[in-house]
């Protein structure tokens, strides 16, 4: 059971990856979910407990801080990364454009050793 | 099944076993009229009102005073309005058409976990006094031959016994529903 911070291994999870993403500029929690689905033309969204959860876990971790909302949403907190969090960020852009360099070579290496074949 | 004009009782089996076919029953309910208003002893506290169509979820958190506007506050944003807690348990309701409270599997494996730290406590504690208060009555009765003091301390073993059953059992349950999404 040592699953209970999934900042550790400094790997962040699919969510994880996506929440600081959107926090690279400060953003309340409804801001937050709009911000994932449109980056992501739809294609992920995320849950109201899945986000709770992993703001509370970024906050321990030191990769947000909460800030306060300006004008209209004087009242909502906003979050956004610190500096611990955007190397975090960055890293994980890099190690997830490596993983996928590495399948696109995988495939490509098969379809040569299928082509020497015939 | 108590019930009047306005309010309406629903027993409930326990939210370690039954919460999904719970939050269904609590959906037909509401399409009647009877909307969830609180929990109450075992059970619901359902309210008359405007017949809707309304999906429920059961989260879990336990929350200090200054988190709880915030926790609600997310929910709301994702179209979740609260209706209800009781300790660490919350309850939700949304139009039919909102998107999961959970959105991936390893945070719903936290509301697991973090659901099973109490009853993993209760758990232990009444187990061991059932142990205990067994051994001593045994003890009691063969060594010592002190019959008044068995007698005490048999009372002493049901007592924890009909504790701890229902914490294995809870406790079980929540276990093997974390180990669903590990």
Same mark, same amino acid.
């Given at each position: ?16 990856y ?8 400060? $953003? ?7 911000y994932i689905?449109?980056l ?19 906050? &321990? ?5 909460l800030?306060?909302? &300006?004008g209209?949403?004087?009242r909502r @907190? ?5 500096? @611990? ?10 190690r ?7 399948? @696109? ?14 | 099944?108590?019930r009047?004009?306005?309010?309406r ?13 719970e939050?269904?029953k609590?959906?037909?309910?509401a ?5 969830l &208003? ?9 309210r008359?009102?405007?017949r809707?169509?309304l999906?429920?979820?059961?989260d ?6 200054g ?7 997310m !929910? ?13 348990i ?6 039919p058409?909102?998107?999961?409270i959970?959105?991936?599997?390893s945070? *719903?494996?936290?509301?697991?976990? $973090?659901?099973?730290?109490?009853w ?6 009444f ?13 009691? *009765? ?11 301390? !048999? ?15 809870t ?12």
């Amino acid at each position: 059971m040592s699953r209970n911070n999934s900042f550790t291994a400094q790997q962040l999870t699919d969510s994880a990856y996506y929440i600081l993403l959107s926090m690279l500029a400060p $953003r309340h929690g409804y801001a937050i979910m709009k911000y994932i689905e449109e980056l992501t033309d739809g294609e992920i969204t995320i849950g109201p407990a899945t986000l709770y959860t992993l703001i509370r876990k970024m906050q &321990e971790a030191d990769y947000i801080v909460l800030g306060e909302g &300006e004008g209209e949403d004087e009242r909502r @907190k906003t979050y956004r990364v610190t500096e @611990k969090g955007r190397t975090a960020i960055l890293n994980e852009i890099e190690r997830r454009s490596r993983m996928a360099e590495h399948g @696109k070579k995988a495939i490509n290496m098969q379809e040569v050793d299928n082509n020497g074949e015939k | 099944m108590g019930r009047n004009n306005k309010t309406r009782y629903m027993p409930s089996m326990g939210l370690a076993f039954v919460e999904e076919s719970e939050m269904r029953k609590l959906s037909r309910l509401a399409e009647d009229g009877w909307l969830l &208003e609180s929990f109450a002893f075992l059970g619901y506290k359902l309210r008359r009102g405007e017949r809707q169509k309304l999906i429920y979820s059961m989260d879990t958190y336990d929350l200090k005073p200054g988190e709880r506007e915030q926790y609600y506050e997310m !929910f709301e944003a994702g179209g979740w309005k609260h209706v209800c807690s009781h300790g660490n348990i919350h309850i939700f309701s949304a139009s039919p058409d909102t998107k999961p409270i959970y959105s991936d599997r390893s945070t *719903l494996y936290e509301k697991y976990r $973090r659901a099973i730290g109490l009853w993993r406590l209760l758990t232990i504690i009444f187990g061991l006094t059932a142990i205990l208060s067994y051994t001593l009555h045994y003890i009691s *009765l063969t060594n010592w031959r002190d019959y008044y003091l068995a007698n005490i301390l !048999f009372t002493a073993f049901t007592a924890s016994l009909s504790f701890a059953v229902p914490s294995i059992m809870t406790y079980t349950a929540f276990f093997i529903r974390q180990r669903r999404f590990k």
